[in-house]
T-cell receptor, first 114, second 108 residues
């Protein structure tokens, strides 16, 4: 069964550094999402992406965050200048259409900012 | 304000017990999703339902749209069912609201 893949599975970075989290959504999917989950807390929406542009973003998704779909298969989340509080699990998800279609999640990237 | 509320937050059960996890939501929805988060962190979609009931193996999900309530049941629970179960509902836009999750531990 096709799946969403995320790399790396674990990233350690120093405060102030830039990180890029990578995702390959399922190939025929059109809607893409990034979520994060701080340890012990609930999953939080960051951003949704459709038709090569951001369709919605949360208050968390400030100027230090950006997303790209550079080559039609990868979907990346860039954090420009990481802060300690950016340490979390970051999940990519995709679905094939709007409305009643299931979300498919990647296994997540655990980001640790030291 | 939480658009999605789940109960209980934590649940411990003996192997074989029947388990119920509840989800209430405040927004109008087209469908509700039940997700399972494994101890390693990965998230899997279990059900998407917009009415009535769905069954997959020992898992049953029900929804009452009028009451804005859904339940996830696990029959004959097993230690491998230990996970966090999350209810999620779509917004009117293109995002989802997530419940805080129910952490289930099934003891042999």
């Amino acid at each position: 069964e096709p799946e969403v893949t995320q790399t790396p599975s674990h990233q350690v970075t120093q405060m102030g550094q830039e990180v890029i989290l990578r995702c390959v959504p399922i190939s025929n999917h059109l809607y893409f999402y990034w979520y994060r989950q701080i340890l012990g807390q609930k999953v939080e929406f960051l951003v949704s992406f459709y038709n090569n542009e951001i369709s919605e973003k949360s208050e968390i998704f400030d100027d230090q965050f950006s997303v790209e779909r550079p080559d039609g298969s990868n979907f990346t989340l860039k954090i420009r200048s990481t802060k300690l509080e950016d340490s979390a699990m970051y999940f990519c998800a995709s679905r094939d259409r709007f409305g009643n279609s299931p979300l498919h999640f990647g296994n997540g990237t655990r980001l640790t900012v030291t | 304000k939480n658009e999605v509320e789940q109960s209980p937050q934590n649940l411990t059960a003996q192997e074989g017990e029947f388990i119920t996890i509840n989800c209430s939501y405040s927004v109008g929805i087209s469908a509700l999703h039940w997700l399972q988060q494994h101890p390693g962190g990965g998230i899997v979609s279990l059900f998407m339902l917009s009415s009535g009931k769905k069954k997959h193996g020992r898992l049953i999900a029900t929804i009452n749209i009028q009451e804005k309530h859904s339940s996830l049941h696990i029959t004959a629970s097993h230690p491998r069912d230990s996970a966090v179960y999350i209810c999620a509902v779509p917004s009117t836009g293109n995002q989802f609201y997530f419940g805080t999750g129910t952490s289930l531990t099934v003891i042999p």
